[in-house]
C-alpha cells in the first residue's frame, strides 16, 4: 500500500533522526522531468503520515516542503547522517554528475538560509 508519492525525478534519502521523519531528494542526473527544466535542487521533505489526505508531494499548493537550495550540477547518490550533540540534523552529503562530494547543514537548510547550507 503505497503511503506518500513525492512528485520530483530526483535521488532520495532518509534522516537518522528518529524523532521526525525528513526525506531528502536530489535532482537526479541523467534523467528529465515533466517540465524539461534544467534546475538542479536539494529539497527536505517533512510527510504526514498520520494524515491520510496528503498523498501527493510537491504538487504545488500541497507541498510539505521544508527547504530547499539550488545546486549547479545534478545528484547521482544522496545520503544523510552523522548526527551528534553538535549537528542535532546531521549532515547530508551527495556525490555529484560532475565527479565533486558536496556536503549541506540541513539545519541550515531547514532555517531557510539557501545557498549558504
Same mark, same amino acid.
Given at each position: 500500500m503505497k503511503l506518500k508519492e513525492i512528485h520530483r525525478t530526483?535521488?532520495?534519502?532518509?534522516?537518522?533522526?528518529?524523532?521526525?521523519?525528513?526525506? @531528502?531528494?536530489?535532482?537526479? @542526473?541523467? @534523467?528529465?522531468d515533466e517540465s524539461f527544466s534544467n534546475e538542479?535542487?536539494?529539497?527536505?521533505?517533512?510527510?504526514?503520515?498520520?494524515?491520510?489526505?496528503?498523498?501527493d508531494l510537491g504538487i504545488e499548493g500541497q507541498s510539505p516542503l521544508k527547504g530547499a537550495v539550488k545546486d549547479t550540477a545534478r545528484f547521482n547518490r544522496l545520503t544523510?547522517?552523522?548526527?551528534?550533540?553538535?549537528?542535532?540534523?546531521?549532515v547530508i552529503a551527495a556525490g555529484m554528475e560532475n565527479g565533486e562530494l558536496a556536503l549541506w547543514d540541513p539545519a541550515k537548510i531547514l532555517a531557510g538560509a539557501g545557498c549558504a547550507a
Open positions: 530526483s535521488t532520495f534519502t532518509w534522516s537518522p533522526s528518529s524523532s521526525l521523519p525528513l526525506i @531528502a531528494t536530489g535532482t537526479v @542526473a541523467g @534523467a528529465l538542479s535542487q536539494l529539497e527536505i521533505w517533512v510527510p504526514n503520515f498520520l494524515d491520510k489526505n496528503e498523498f544523510w547522517g552523522y548526527v551528534d550533540s553538535s549537528r542535532l540534523w546531521g
